[in-house]
C-alpha cells in the first residue's frame, strides 16, 4: 500500500533543501529507489522555477530513477487559493501545503491559532473544520492544473496543539473524500511523522493512494524511513486494511 522504493517529496538547494539535483539522484541511487519527486516551495515571487525544471530533466537523461517535477504551494484563501507561481508548465506534480490557518481577517499562525484556543477566542472543533474545509478546497482547486498531493496532513492542527486523536470521524471522512475525488495522493512524511495511522487507514479504506516521502532537505535523508515504515507494518497487520 505504501512504496517504500519511491520517495514522493525532496527539496534541493533552488529552495530549502542543501544538495543540487543531481546530488540527490545520486544519493536516491545509493539508497537502492525506483522513483523521486522534487518538490520545492514556491510562491508569486518564485524566480527560479525554469531552471529547477530544467535542471530535473537534465538529471533525468543521466539516470534509470523516474523522476518527477513538482513543487510545493502554500494554500492562502479561505477559498482554497493557493500561493501559486506565476507559470505552472511543466511541472508533473504540485503539492498542497497548509503552513497558516486561513480566515476571513487573515492568515494566522499556529502559535497564533493556539493562543486563541487557549483564551477561549477559538475552539479547537472550529479550527479542525477550517482546516479541513480549505485543505479540501485547495485540492480541488490545484488539481485543475497537475496531479495533486496532499502534504503534511493535518501538520497544521499538531503546531497549533491540537492532536489528530482529537479530530472527529466525520472530519477524516470530509478530508479523505476530498482527496478521492480529486484525486489527490496523501503524502506519508518521514520529516514530519504525518499523519497518524487512524487517517492513514481512512484513506486505504476511502480508495486514497498513499505515498512514501521524506521530505528531505539533504541528501543523506532521500529515501530514509523510519516512521514511514512502521506506519506500512501497521497497515500490513491490520484487519481493516488487509
Same mark, same amino acid.
Not at 17 to 43: C, I, K, Y
Given at each position: 500500500?505504501?512504496?517504500?522504493?519511491?520517495?514522493?517529496?525532496?527539496?534541493?538547494?533552488?529552495?530549502?533543501?542543501?544538495?543540487?539535483?543531481?546530488?540527490?539522484?545520486?544519493?536516491?541511487?545509493?539508497?537502492?529507489?525506483?522513483?523521486?519527486?522534487?518538490?520545492?516551495?514556491?510562491?508569486?515571487?518564485?524566480?527560479?522555477?525554469?531552471?529547477?525544471?530544467?535542471?530535473?530533466?537534465?538529471?533525468?537523461? &543521466?539516470?534509470?530513477?523516474? /523522476?518527477? *517535477?513538482?513543487?510545493?504551494? #502554500? !494554500?492562502?484563501?479561505? $477559498?482554497?487559493? %493557493?500561493?501559486?507561481?506565476?507559470?505552472?508548465?511543466?511541472?508533473?506534480?504540485?503539492?498542497?501545503?497548509?503552513?497558516?490557518?486561513?480566515?476571513?481577517?487573515?492568515?494566522?499562525?499556529?502559535?497564533?491559532?493556539?493562543?486563541?484556543?487557549?483564551?477561549?477566542?477559538?475552539?479547537?472543533?472550529?479550527?479542525?473544520?477550517?482546516?479541513?474545509?480549505?485543505?479540501?478546497?485547495?485540492?480541488?482547486?490545484?488539481?485543475?492544473?497537475?496531479?495533486?498531493?496532499?502534504? &503534511?496532513?493535518?501538520?497544521? /492542527?499538531? *503546531?497549533?496543539?491540537?492532536? #489528530? !486523536?482529537?479530530?472527529? $470521524?466525520?472530519? %477524516?471522512?470530509?478530508?479523505?473524500?476530498?482527496?478521492?475525488?480529486?484525486?489527490?495522493?496523501?503524502?506519508?512524511?518521514?520529516?514530519?511523522?504525518?499523519?497518524?495511522?487512524?487517517?492513514?487507514?481512512?484513506?486505504?479504506?476511502?480508495?486514497?493512494?498513499?505515498?512514501?516521502?521524506?521530505?528531505?532537505?539533504?541528501?543523506?535523508?532521500?529515501?530514509?524511513?523510519?516512521?514511514?515504515?512502521?506506519?506500512?507494518?501497521?497497515?500490513?497487520?491490520?484487519?481493516?486494511?488487509?
Amino acid at each position: 500500500m505504501i512504496d517504500l522504493a519511491a520517495d514522493g517529496h525532496v527539496h534541493t538547494a533552488f529552495s530549502s533543501g542543501r544538495d543540487s539535483v543531481s546530488v540527490l539522484v545520486a544519493s536516491a541511487e545509493q539508497a537502492g529507489l525506483t522513483e523521486v519527486t522534487f518538490a520545492d516551495r514556491v510562491g508569486p515571487d518564485t524566480s527560479w522555477l525554469s531552471p529547477y525544471l530544467s535542471s530535473i530533466q537534465r538529471a533525468q537523461q &543521466r539516470t534509470d530513477l523516474v /523522476l518527477r *517535477r513538482g513543487v510545493e504551494v #502554500e !494554500a492562502i484563501g479561505i $477559498d482554497g487559493w %493557493l500561493a501559486f507561481p506565476s507559470d505552472l508548465n511543466g511541472l508533473e506534480v504540485i503539492s498542497v501545503g497548509l503552513n497558516r490557518l486561513p480566515l476571513p481577517a487573515g492568515l494566522l499562525s499556529p502559535d497564533a491559532v493556539r493562543g486563541l484556543i487557549d483564551n477561549g477566542t477559538m475552539r479547537a472543533l472550529d479550527v479542525i473544520d477550517q482546516v479541513v474545509t480549505v485543505t479540501g478546497l485547495a485540492v480541488e482547486r490545484v488539481s485543475r492544473y497537475a496531479p495533486t498531493r496532499l502534504a &503534511r496532513p493535518l501538520d497544521f /492542527l499538531a *503546531r497549533a496543539g491540537i492532536d #489528530e !486523536a482529537a479530530v472527529p $470521524d466525520s472530519a %477524516l471522512v470530509e478530508l479523505v473524500e476530498a482527496c478521492r475525488a480529486n484525486g489527490t495522493v496523501v503524502e506519508v512524511s518521514e520529516r514530519h511523522r504525518l499523519p497518524g495511522l487512524r487517517f492513514v487507514q481512512a484513506c486505504v479504506e476511502g480508495g486514497v493512494r498513499l505515498v512514501a516521502v521524506s521530505d528531505g532537505v539533504r541528501a543523506s535523508e532521500v529515501g530514509y524511513y523510519r516512521y514511514v515504515r512502521e506506519i506500512a507494518a501497521a497497515l500490513h497487520r491490520s484487519p481493516a486494511t488487509a
